[in-house]
C-alpha cells in the first residue's frame, strides 16, 4: 500500500497548528493587579486643613512661583541641569528597549551568503577514487525563526519593558520635581541672606556709632573702659557675622550654578519681602499621590517589571513551540546558483520541554518572585514616606506661620527695649550691660525672624514637592 507522503505531512503541520492555537489561550503568565496599598484618609496627617479633590500639585510651577527671577531660573534648570539631561537619556534607552520587546511577536529573518571551498583527502575512500578531490559551493541563504508565545511570555517581556520605560518616564518627572524645588529653596536662601546680610550692616553702623558715643561717656566718667571694650567686641562681631554671612552667599551662588548647570557666577535676584505664594494649600485627596508622586509612580512601575519578569520565569519552565525555516539557491557552480534548479527549503516546527537544565530555570523564577516580593515592600515603602513628607511640610508651614507673628511682636519688642536702654545709659539710668544684651538680643530677632519667612516659603516648596507638584 502506497502512503501519501505529501499529505501526512500537510496532517502534522495541521496538527502542530491546531495544538499551538488550543495551546495558546493556556497562558500561565497572570495580568497584574495593584495590590491592596494603605491609601485611605489616614495616609497624611491634614490636621486643621481639610483634604480636597483638587491638588496644589496640578498648579503649574510658573503659576506658583511669581519672581521674574526665579522663574527664569527654573526655566534655565530644566534645560541644562545634567540630571535632567541624564534622565533624558535614560528615557531614550528605555524606549529602544520597549521597541524591542513589542516587536517580540515577530519573526527573526536573516540573509546571507556563503562560498565553500572542499578539498578531500585522497587517502579517504572517497579520494581514492576521484580524480578531482576539491569541490566548491555556492550558496544564497535565508533563515527564518519564530516562537509562538503558547503561555504569554513574549507579552510579559513585552509589558515588562513597557513598564521599564514608563519607570524611565517616572525617575525624569522626579528629577524635574526635585529640581524645581532644589532651585526654588536655594533662591530663597539667598533672598534670606541677602536680608540678613542688609541688617547686619545695618546693625554694624549702629554698633560703630555707639563705640564713639561710649567713648564719651567713659570720657565723661560715666561708664568704665570694661564698657567701652564691649562694645568694641560687639561691634567687631557684628563685622565678623557680615564675613560669615558673605561667604554663605559665595557658597549659595555656587550651588545656584550646579542646579542650572551654569559655571560660576552672581546672580540678579529681588528680596524677601515681596516674596508671596498665594495658591490655596489644596492637599488632595490621598489617593491622588499615585498619580502625582513621580517616585510613588516609578516603584509601582518597578513593580510591574517585576511582576511580568516573574511571568516570564515562570513560562520557561514549559515547553515553548518553535518554528525554524531555511530556503535560498545553492549551487556547485556559480554561473548556475540562480538557475531554478539550485533553489532549496527546509521548514521544521516541534516542541521543546526544558529537562535538566543545572537548576538554572528554577532559580530564575525563585530569583524573580523574591524579587518582585521586594518591589512590593519597596513600593508600600514609598507610599507611607510620600504621605509622611506632605504631613511633615504642612505641619512646617503651619508652625511657621503661627510663630512669624510672634517674632515680629519679638523684633519690635526688642528694638523699643535697645532704644530705650541706650538713652537710659545716657542719662545715667542703666548700665551698658543692659544695653549688650538688648541689642545682642534685637539683632538675634531680626536675623530670626528673616528666618522664618524664608522657613515658611521653603515649606511651601516642600509641601509641592510632596504632593508631586512641578513636573506637568
Request: proline share 2%.
Amino acid at each position: 500500500m502506497k502512503v501519501n507522503i505529501k499529505n501526512r505531512n500537510f496532517s502534522k503541520g495541521a496538527l502542530i497548528l491546531v495544538v499551538a492555537l488550543t495551546l495558546q489561550s493556556c497562558f500561565v503568565a497572570q495580568d497584574y493587579v495593584r495590590p491592596e496599598l494603605p491609601v485611605s484618609e489616614t495616609l497624611y496627617r491634614t490636621d486643621n486643613l481639610p483634604s480636597d479633590s483638587v491638588s496644589i500639585a496640578d498648579v503649574s510651577w510658573k503659576t506658583l512661583f511669581t519672581d521674574q527671577y526665579l522663574q527664569q531660573y527654573i526655566e534655565e534648570g530644566l534645560q541644562n541641569n545634567m540630571d535632567v539631561r541624564i534622565a533624558i537619556q535614560q528615557m531614550v534607552a528605555a524606549q529602544a528597549y520597549a521597541k524591542q520587546g513589542k516587536a517580540g511577536y515577530l519573526p527573526s529573518v536573516s540573509v546571507g551568503t556563503n562560498w565553500t571551498h572542499q578539498e578531500l583527502s585522497k587517502n579517504t575512500q572517497f579520494g581514492a577514487f576521484l580524480t578531482d578531490t576539491s569541490t566548491d559551493q555556492f550558496d544564497v541563504t535565508a533563515n527564518l525563526s519564530w516562537e509562538a508565545d503558547i503561555w504569554g511570555k513574549i507579552r510579559s517581556n513585552k509589558r515588562a519593558t513597557q513598564a521599564a520605560y514608563l519607570q524611565s518616564v517616572a525617575g525624569h518627572q522626579a528629577v524635574k520635581t526635585q529640581l524645581i524645588s532644589s532651585i526654588a529653596n536655594t533662591y530663597y536662601n539667598l533672598l534670606a541672606l541677602d536680608a540678613q546680610l542688609e541688617v547686619t550692616k545695618q546693625t554694624i553702623a549702629t554698633r560703630k556709632t555707639s563705640v564713639e558715643t561710649i567713648k564719651a561717656l567713659k570720657e565723661a566718667g560715666q561708664v568704665t573702659q570694661v564698657a567701652v571694650d564691649q562694645n568694641v567686641a560687639q561691634y567687631n562681631s557684628a563685622q565678623a557675622l557680615q564675613v560669615d554671612i558673605e561667604t554663605a552667599i559665595f557658597k549659595t551662588e555656587n550651588m545656584l550654578s550646579i542646579l542650572l548647570g551654569k559655571s560660576a557666577q552672581d546672580f540678579e535676584r529681588s528680596n524677601l519681602d515681596i516674596q508671596k505664594i498665594e495658591e490655596n494649600l489644596k492637599l488632595g485627596v490621598p489617593a491622588t499621590l499615585l498619580s502625582n508622586r513621580p517616585d510613588v509612580m516609578s516603584a509601582e512601575y518597578n513593580l510591574i517589571q517585576s511582576f511580568e519578569l516573574t511571568n516570564v520565569a515562570k513560562s520557561n519552565l514549559y515547553p515553548s513551540l518553535k518554528l525554524t525555516a531555511s530556503g535560498g539557491l545553492q549551487s556547485l557552480e556559480i554561473d548556475k546558483l540562480f538557475n531554478a534548479n539550485s533553489i532549496f527549503a527546509n521548514i521544521v516546527g516541534g516542541l521543546t520541554q526544558p529537562l535538566f537544565n543545572k537548576r538554572a530555570l528554577k532559580t530564575q523564577k525563585e530569583v524573580a518572585i523574591a524579587q518582585q516580593e521586594q518591589a512590593l515592600l519597596q513600593f508600600k515603602k514609598t507610599l507611607l514616606i510620600a504621605g509622611s513628607e506632605v504631613s511633615n511640610a504642612l505641619f512646617s508651614y503651619e508652625s511657621e506661620t503661627k510663630k512669624f507673628q510672634f517674632r515680629e511682636n519679638e523684633v519690635e519688642a526688642l528694638r523699643t527695649a535697645e532704644a530705650n536702654s541706650e538713652e537710659l545709659l545716657k542719662n545715667g539710668y542703666a548700665t551698658y550691660l543692659d544695653l549688650l544684651t538688648a541689642r545682642q538680643s534685637a539683632l538675634s530677632a531680626e536675623l530670626n525672624i528673616i528666618d522664618s519667612k524664608l522657613q515658611q516659603l521653603v515649606s511651601i516648596v516642600d509641601l509641592y514637592e510632596a504632593l508631586g507638584g512641578g513636573w506637568r
